[in-house]
């Protein structure tokens, strides 16, 4: 039975090294190390002979490509411990071999180790690939754990995986990151206020890769006792990966450090925007042409310039092609400029009035013209600047300069005025051509001051010494009438004018003119004859006169008129300085209509303070001057004043006649037709009282008389009111205020303003006053805010407005209300009548605008009504100007 146990054992284990033997290599190794058995596929491994590896140590063939590991190994089989790991062999010197191998040792009853079996499982082919993506791995961490940015990792909820060195260095070692393993930076605030987290957020919900510039932090710089904080840009990239394996997004964040370059961006920006400042502020024209001719930019100067009146039409302007810039060669200038490459400087003069597309300034213009090629330092481009500078003034300025200088020498001919300058170190003088002609001198003659002296007579030159020792002492220019003896030995008047000349505080030269004046003061002479002959002659006419130029500077004046001024007046003093009253008023508009037309005007001037009337006559002389005549004409005014004042009081008086027999016929019509009907009830009342057979229907009766006799009386007493005030014409009339009689009129009826609501507005502005009877304008205010709560609608709040303005000479009233309004068509010929009421209101008489219509008209005003039913009435009335 042993037997047959063992040989069947024995046979599994037979079938055990085949199935080892088939895949796996297999050798035993006694105690020492050496080989005593290996199975045919480590021999074909190992390409030798048996005979060559039995006996043989195992590392001498199989050489442990790390020994101190095989010695730990070893030392563990030695023990009697069972190893598995995997081992890396090499073979034939260069070759490696993996096994997955297994040692188990063979022990003796002692316990020592006998020997050792070791099977392995040859994973080269598997391992090679996997230790070369594993160096792969580590060169490539190398390399990003060394990359000059920083890169770090995430998982999807924001927490930090991993992080290369320079991502390290940029959160520093005090970092959450690095400090705090569960740290989630998306809720920090910092990285949600500069974008961080939301660019991460972003890249989680839509899985596109964001690169974006972040301000992350600011770092500190010492400077002596200060610390300042400077900005640190960092281009931040954030992507998404999917690991092939787990199938899990992993995110990744890229930190690039743009610093430098960020604030070189920023200092670039400031540099442009400060040179476009400059630009843009140039006191002078800029504008900038492509290399094709199109206008780029024009800046604020040349565009006030320009005044362009399309600014974004002309944008598409080409001074190659434009009409104007071909007239006056601006096309030929940008050429020149571009071809020659150097700047070019150019004045020329521009009629802008030949395109008004171009610009708005519309007159001719003269330009100070810079044109310059500029290389773009990007685009490499030639653009042209043009420089422009309006100098028109200046050239104005010089032409006039010139126009004047020629000016001078035609008028020093014609006025006969010469130049001359003493040099007081040398005596020297320097006399003008005009000078030279003067004194009958030839133009080559040299002149001192005593050659300039000796033309003088004896009397004058003395004078003349005088005036300039006193120049030269004190500073102050001189001007003088003198004589001279010219040299062809003629006498001359001339007038001598003298400035001191002064370089630096010192008085060097003295200038100034002399002027030929013997034809003026001869004309001087006989003018003086004739005007103390006009003085006569004008001194006996009752009336004044004055002759003066256009401006008003007094030539000539006669006693009465001087009389009419009221002092004495010294010629060539302006009339409105001595005769002050004629300031303000038409005296000045009809000198100029008298001065522009050149035809008289005659006028009549009334002087309130001194109560003066005084005609005027202003007549044009032949010699540009005007002739002022001036009659006092006040008592001749004063009675013709009477005679109309008395004129207009008989007028009144016939009107106040008419006006009474108007309405003595009103009053009598208006009596019959009002007590007509309550007298024809009286005696049909009496009749009645006197036939009633009983005392009851007598009292009855009587109580009836009563009754008809009491509404006579009210109509009797209202019709003596009307007549009142129809009476009383030259009723006392006085400046009333609008407001203030509004106001008492308010006061008198507060009781039924208040009990009834109504809402009461003005606006007088544009008439606040006026002229009229106190009591006249109370009555109608307080008739017109009377019925306006009376007769007001209960469908809506009560209000009632009023208005006033001036219409031509009258002042016209408004006051319009929201009442229950008039039926206008049915009784608007009687809305003003005398007892006429057309609601049924307990409180109506039908007389308040029948007295209001009266009072209106005794002061010549006039009133009518608009209304319409359940609209409310407006009420216009029209107060006559005095």
Same mark, same amino acid.
């Given at each position: 039975m042993n037997q047959v146990m063992l040989e069947e054992h024995y046979r599994r284990l037979q079938h055990l090294e085949t199935a080892i033997n088939a895949c796996a290599l297999s050798l035993n190794i006694d105690s020492g190390g050496c080989i005593t058995t290996a199975n045919a596929r480590l021999i074909a491994a190992l390409q030798l002979p048996a005979a060559a590896i039995t006996g043989k140590p195992i590392t001498d063939l199989l050489s442990p490509t790390v020994r101190e590991h095989w010695q730990r190994i070893w030392g563990a089989v030695n023990n009697g411990n069972a190893v598995q790991e995997q081992l890396c062999f090499m073979i034939r010197e260069d070759e490696p071999l993996w096994l997955e191998a297994g040692i188990s040792p063979i022990m003796d009853n002692t316990g020592a180790m006998e020997g050792c079996t070791l099977i392995?499982?040859?994973?080269?082919?598997?391992?090679?690939?996997?230790?070369? &993506?594993?160096?792969? *791995?580590?060169?490539?961490?190398?390399?990003?754990?060394?990359?000059?940015?920083g890169l770090q990792q995430f998982a999807p909820d924001g927490i930090c995986i991993e992080m290369n060195s320079r991502q390290r260095g940029i959160w520093g070692t005090e970092h959450p990151f690095l400090t705090s393993p569960d740290y989630n930076w998306l809720r920090d605030p910092m990285y949600r206020l500069n974008g961080l987290a939301r660019m991460f957020e972003d890249v989680r919900s839509n899985g596109k890769t964001l690169k974006r510039e972040i301000l992350l932090n600011y770092s500190e710089h010492q400077s002596g006792n200060i610390t300042r904080l400077f900005p640190v840009y960092f281009e931040a990239t954030i992507f998404r990966v999917i690991d092939r394996h787990s199938q899990l997004d992993n995110y990744f964040l890229i930190l690039d450090d743009i610093t430098q370059k960020k604030l070189a961006e920023l200092s670039l920006q400031k540099s442009e925007r400060l040179l476009d400042n400059i630009v843009e502020n140039l006191p002078i024209g800029y504008i900038q042409f492509d290399n094709f001719g199109y206008i780029r930019r024009v800046n604020q100067a040349q565009r006030y310039f320009f005044n362009s009146p399309y600014p974004v039409g002309r944008r598409q302007f080409n001074v190659m092609n434009d009409e104007l810039s071909t007239m006056f060669e601006l096309d030929k200038l940008f050429l020149q400029a571009l071809q020659e490459n150097k700047p070019l400087r150019v004045e020329k003069k521009i009629d802008f009035s030949c395109d008004e597309r171009w610009t708005t300034v519309g007159r001719e213009v003269y330009l100070d013209l810079t044109v310059f090629p500029v290389e773009e330092p990007i685009d490499k481009e030639m653009i042209v600047v043009a420089? @422009?500078?309006?100098?028109?003034?200046?050239?104005?300025?010089e032409l006039e300069n010139k126009q004047n200088q020629e000016f001078l020498l035609q008028t020093g001919q014609i006025g006969k005025i010469g130049g001359w300058e003493l040099d007081l170190e040398t005596n020297k003088v320097r006399w003008s051509a005009e000078?030279?002609?003067?004194?009958?001198?030839?133009?080559?003659?040299? +002149?001192?001051?005593?050659?300039?002296?000796?033309?003088?007579?004896?009397?004058?030159?003395?004078?003349?010494?005088?005036?300039?020792?006193?120049c030269v002492a004190t500073g102050k220019p001189f001007d003088a009438q003198l004589s001279v003896i010219t040299g062809n030995q003629q006498m001359k008047r001339v007038r001598s004018i003298g400035q001191p000349g002064f370089e630096n505080g010192k008085l060097v030269r003295m200038y100034g003119v002399v002027q030929d004046i013997t034809e003026q003061s001869a004309i001087r002479e006989a003018l003086t004859r004739n005007t103390e002959l006009m003085r006569l002659f004008f001194d006996t006419v009752d009336?004044?006169?004055?002759?003066?130029?256009?401006?008003?500077?007094?030539?000539?004046?006669?006693?009465k008129a001087e009389k009419m001024i009221g002092h004495p007046v010294t010629l060539g003093s302006n009339i409105f300085d001595v005769f002050p009253r004629l300031t303000g008023t038409v005296f000045h508009a009809r000198l100029q209509d008298c001065v522009e037309q050149q035809a008289s005007q005659s006028f009549g +001037?009334?002087?309130? &303070?001194?109560?003066?009337?005084? !005609?005027?006559?202003l007549t044009p002389m032949q !010699?540009?001057? +005007?002739?002022?005549?001036?009659?006092? @004409?006040?008592?001749?005014?004063?009675?013709?004043? *009477?005679?109309?004042?008395?004129?207009?009081?008989?007028?009144?008086?016939?009107?106040?006649?008419?006006?009474?027999?108007?309405q003595l016929e009103d009053f009598a019509h208006i009596t019959s037709h009002n007590l007509r009907a309550p007298i024809a009830n009286l005696r049909a009342l009496m009749q009645m009282h006197n036939e009633a057979t009983s005392q009851q229907e007598r009292e009855l009766y009587l109580g009836m008389l009563h009754e008809v006799i009491k509404k006579i009386d009210e109509t009797l007493n209202d019709l003596v009111e009307v007549v009142q005030i129809r009476k009383d014409v030259n009723v006392e009339k006085e400046k009333l205020l609008f407001a203030d009689r509004l106001k008492r009129v308010m006061d008198i009826l507060l009781v039924d303003i208040e009990t009834s609501g109504i809402n009461i507005t003005s606006d007088f502005d544009r008439a606040p006053q006026i002229e009229y009877s106190r009591v006249y304008l109370d009555s109608i205010l307080q008739n017109f805010i009377t019925n306006a709560i009376r007769y007001r609608s209960p469908e809506r709040s009560p209000a009632v407005h009023l208005q006033t303005w001036r219409e031509n000479e009258s002042i016209i009233l408004t006051v319009e209300d929201n009442g229950i309004g008039i039926d206008m068509e049915r009784f608007g010929n009687k809305l003003f009548g005398f007892r006429k009421t057309f609601h049924r209101n307990k409180d109506a008489k039908g007389i308040g605008l029948f007295i209001t219509k009266s009072q209106v008209e005794a002061l010549g005003g006039s009133i009518k009504a608009e209304s319409m039913p359940g609209q409310g009435t407006k009420f216009i009335i029209t107060f006559r100007s005095e």
């Open positions: 392995g499982l040859d994973i080269t082919a598997r391992k090679i690939p996997e230790l070369r &993506v594993k160096e792969d *791995e580590q060169y490539f961490r190398q390399i990003l754990e060394n990359l000059p940015i420089l @422009v500078n309006d100098i028109t003034d200046k050239k104005i300025q000078a030279y002609k003067i004194h009958d001198c030839p133009a080559d003659t040299a +002149i001192n001051l005593e050659k300039a002296m000796s033309f003088y007579t004896e009397d004058a030159r003395k004078n003349l010494e005088e005036l300039v020792l006193q009336m004044g006169y004055a002759a003066m130029e256009k401006d008003g500077s007094l030539n000539f004046l006669n006693r +001037i009334y002087f309130p &303070v001194q109560d003066r009337w005084y !005609d005027f006559l !010699d540009g001057g +005007i002739s002022v005549f001036i009659r006092d @004409v006040t008592e001749s005014r004063k009675m013709q004043k *009477e005679l109309r004042r008395a004129n207009d009081q008989l007028s009144n008086l016939n009107k106040n006649l008419l006006n009474q027999n108007k």
